[in-house]
T-cell receptor, first 117, second 116 residues
Framework: AQKITQTQPGMFVQEKEAVTLDCTYDTSDQSYGLFWYKQPSSGEMIFLIYQGSYDEQNATEGRYSLNFQKARKSANLVISASQLGDSAMYFCAIKRGSGGSNYKLTFGKGTLLTVNP | GAGVSQSPSNKVTEKGKDVELRCDPISGHTALYWYRQSLGQGLEFLIYFQGNSAPDKSGLPSDRFSAERTGGSVSTLTIQRTQQEDSAVYLC??????????????FGPGTRLTVT
């Protein structure tokens, strides 16, 4: 079984500053993929970034980067230059297989990020 | 192009009634997933369809829950004899296998189910 732990129920950050959202995972698989999704108050789930277990470099997508530390089983999301529109719930998730294979996602309980002006 | 659509957006039903929730995935996507999100919680996997393979039903919480996917496209999630603990947002997602780095699941807007 796979498990995601997000230990920060809520986080606050000042606009234009960087923030790190924590995510640790547990899996016995050698091949897996890690995701971060954003869920604004409107409710839609927005894909942010993906990291495969065999990817040697940390994933980056614009202002988002994933700090992947495989030995520590952590996949923290770093948001640089926070914007007011970043205020949302953020979910970390894991799936089996790191390639293009489809599989169900196991989600953490999420972190509510509030960006202050 | 069109994203994942779900209907209805909101459903209020009385305890004990049956409900059907519909999901239209992105055209051509081979995989379809149902998740449930209870208030203030993360998403809980329910069921997964991949092409013509037998669905992965391992997340269905009870035999009151069932789902089908017709013609490899539209899916219906049915909850029989609804209970108050079934109240949640039901999210559908679809994805395309093997398309390079198209790893992500695309989510619909969800159906908010309230059982009174």
């Amino acid at each position: 079984a796979q498990k995601i732990t997000q230990t920060q129920p809520g986080m606050f950050v000042q606009e234009k500053e960087a923030v790190t959202l924590d995510c640790t995972y547990d899996t016995s698989d050698q091949s897996y993929g890690l995701f971060w999704y954003k869920q604004p108050s409107s409710g839609e789930m927005i894909f942010l970034i993906y990291q495969g277990s065999y990817d040697e470099q940390n994933a980056t997508e614009g202002r988002y980067s994933l700090n992947f530390q495989k030995a520590r089983k952590s996949a923290n999301l770093v948001i640089s230059a926070s914007q007011l529109g970043d205020s949302a719930m953020y979910f970390c998730a894991i799936k089996r297989g790191s390639g293009g294979s489809n599989y169900k996602l196991t989600f953490g309980k999420g972190t509510l990020l509030t960006v202050n002006p | 192009g069109a994203g994942v659509s779900q209907s209805p957006s909101n459903k209020v039903t009385e305890k004990g009634k049956d409900v059907e929730l519909r999901c239209d995935p992105i055209s051509g996507h081979t995989a379809l997933y149902w998740y449930r999100q209870s208030l203030g919680q993360g998403l809980e996997f329910l069921i997964y369809f991949q092409g013509n393979s037998a669905p992965d039903k391992s997340g269905l919480p009870s035999d009151r829950f069932s789902a089908e996917r017709t013609g490899g496209s539209v899916s219906t999630l049915t909850i029989q004899r609804t209970q108050q603990e079934d109240s949640a947002v039901y999210l559908c997602a679809s994805s395309l296998e093997g398309s390079g780095r198209k790893y992500e699941q695309y989510f619909g807007p969800g159906t908010r189910l309230t059982v009174t």
